[in-house]
DNA sequence: AACTCCCACAACCGCGGCGCC
DNA sequence: GGGCGCCGCGGTTGTGGGAGT
């Protein structure tokens, strides 16, 4: 496993390249191919390593390279790709045809994953954050100051805020839950996690309990001060409730007034559609309605979901067609 | 007009994989 | 099987230009 000495070499020329150094390459290349990056240089006349010319051959001075800027196509193939493949760049780029890799790689650093996170994504598992720093700024904004001073004592706006937090990191995981997974029986995440129609069960039990709970949530408006808060309010609150696709079930309030628990019928997976990306948040703007899929329709068939994998929505709905017909992904699913 | 800050992107650096001997 | 050389990849840095003050 030797290294290349190259970069070490005492006087050869670094840095930015300049229009003759480019076409003195270009020329070189034209005439005769690249063949050996490292003898290259000396036969093209240029004072650069091997390495140098190769990069700057494939990142700039390759005919086929597309300029400009990312269309949105692009951006969803590439943040499609990148929630399979992670930071294999050059994998990448060989579904987008005249990107390069670094091309791929800057505008993933420079936009798509500040975008992620604003959204409130983890750039690198695709998945909302369910830890509460993130939460921080949304759940400071909540707290009304003035409420705060005129109705509550400080020890009671601390449950508060403790409990708006647990209840922004459950609905967080919840709507991880929800997402429809190519598994069947299960909601299974990546090989170290694997989450079943229960543990969703047990979740929306315990929203449920929030609910009926005496602790007071949400902020208060003068019609919902003294009673308990609807899980409207959550919704409200919840952190990407603009997001169509992320929304909270607006069937979870309604099976809270007469029974003891909910049922499975009581809510509805977002599924994603055909042409909806893998990344959650990109719907928001490519799709406007995603068409849902119902879950299973009692608690006795959510346990036959889990033991005989009628879920529905499976893997063709979940995964979009840009990776389906793609054969490096079915290589890596 | 001068300066600072920020952003986008080109280029560099170091590591690992692979083929050859 | 091990050493060597080359190539490709991914992370990081450097630089130029535009926006803001």
Not at 30 to 49: D, E, I, Q, V
Not at 81 to 98: R, V, Y
Not at 266 to 278: A, C, K, N, R
């Amino acid at each position: 496993m030797g290294r290349s000495p190259c970069c070490d070499e005492r006087g050869l020329k670094k840095g930015p390249w300049t229009p003759e150094e480019d076409h003195k390459l270009v020329k070189y290349i034209h005439k005769h191919g690249h063949g050996s990056w490292r003898a290259l240089p000396k036969l093209a006349g240029l004072n650069r390593c091997g390495k140098s010319c190769r990069l700057r051959w494939t990142n700039y001075l390759r005919p086929d390279i597309k300029r400009g800027k990312f269309s949105q196509e692009e951006e969803q193939t590439i943040l499609n790709l990148h929630s399979i493949l992670g930071n294999k760049w050059s994998a990448i780029a060989t579904h987008l045809p005249g990107r390069t890799d670094n091309e791929i790689k800057n505008f993933w650093n420079t936009h798509l994953k500040k975008k992620l996170i604003q959204m409130g994504f983890d750039p690198m598992t695709h998945r909302p954050r369910t830890d509460i720093f993130s939460s921080l700024p949304h759940l400071i904004a909540l707290a009304n100051l003035k409420e705060l001073v005129e109705h509550h004592t400080w020890e009671e706006q601390a449950v508060r805020l403790q409990t708006e937090a647990a209840q922004m990191a459950s609905l967080q995981y919840l709507q991880y839950l929800l997402q429809p997974q190519p598994s069947m029986s299960t909601f299974s995440n990546n090989s170290n996690s694997t989450v079943t129609d229960m543990e969703t069960y047990n979740l929306l039990n315990s929203l449920s309990l929030m609910k009926d709970s005496s602790i007071q949530f949400g902020t208060p408006t003068p019609s919902s001060l003294g009673t308990t808060t609807t899980l409207q309010s959550i919704q409200d609150s919840f952190p990407f409730c603009h997001m169509p696709d992320l929304q909270v079930p607006s069937s979870f309030q309604a099976p809270m007034d007469n029974k003891d628990i909910v049922q499975a019928s009581d809510y509805t997976v977002l599924s994603h559609g055909e042409h909806s990306p893998t990344s959650p948040w990109l719907a928001s703007t490519t799709s406007p309605s995603p068409p849902m899929a119902a879950a299973p329709t009692s608690i006795a068939n959510m346990g036959d979901a889990c033991s005989t994998s009628s879920y529905e929505g499976g893997h063709s709905s979940f995964w979009p067609e840009v990776l389906l017909e793609d054969p490096l992904f079915h290589e890596i699913a």
